[in-house]
């Protein structure tokens, strides 16, 4: 019964701003980093953004760095992207993806099911 469901997503002109969250339930939510992936249309999925559990460290791809913030609010179980100055090739379906390290060889995962962005003007 775990679910991770990604909201906010639409269509937005180039330069302006979106939101997205990730609800989520059914597992440890505190103990979990999460992430932001996103996957333009035949492309790679492409990692976007990190927060550590607590939410103090952050990490992003370059492309993105300056634009977009992670947050979490662990007490709501929610995971957020804020997304600046957006670009067409921000367009992709965006997930979130929450990870905990279960040995010294694999990590546990959980997946949404995405949110499509779509910036064009």
């Known amino acids: 019964q775990v679910k991770l469901v990604e909201s906010g997503g639409g269509l937005v002109q180039p330069g302006g701003s979106l939101r997205l969250s990730c609800a989520t339930s059914?597992?440890?939510?505190?103990?979990?980093?999460m992430d932001w992936y996103r996957q333009a249309p035949g492309q790679e999925r492409e990692w976007v953004a990190a927060?550590?559990?607590?939410?103090?460290?952050?990490n992003y791809t370059d492309s993105v760095k300056g634009r977009f913030t992670i947050s979490r609010d662990n007490r709501a179980n929610t995971v957020y992207l804020q997304m600046n100055s957006l670009k067409s090739e921000d367009t992709a379906v965006y997930f979130c993806?929450?990870?905990?390290?279960?040995?010294?060889?694999?990590?546990?995962?959980?997946w949404g099911k995405g949110t499509l962005v779509t910036v064009s003007s």
């Open positions: 059914g597992f440890t939510f505190s103990i979990f980093h």
């Open positions: 993806k929450a990870t905990r390290r279960w040995s010294s060889y694999v990590d546990m995962a959980y």
């Open positions: 927060v550590s559990p607590s939410g103090a460290l952050t």
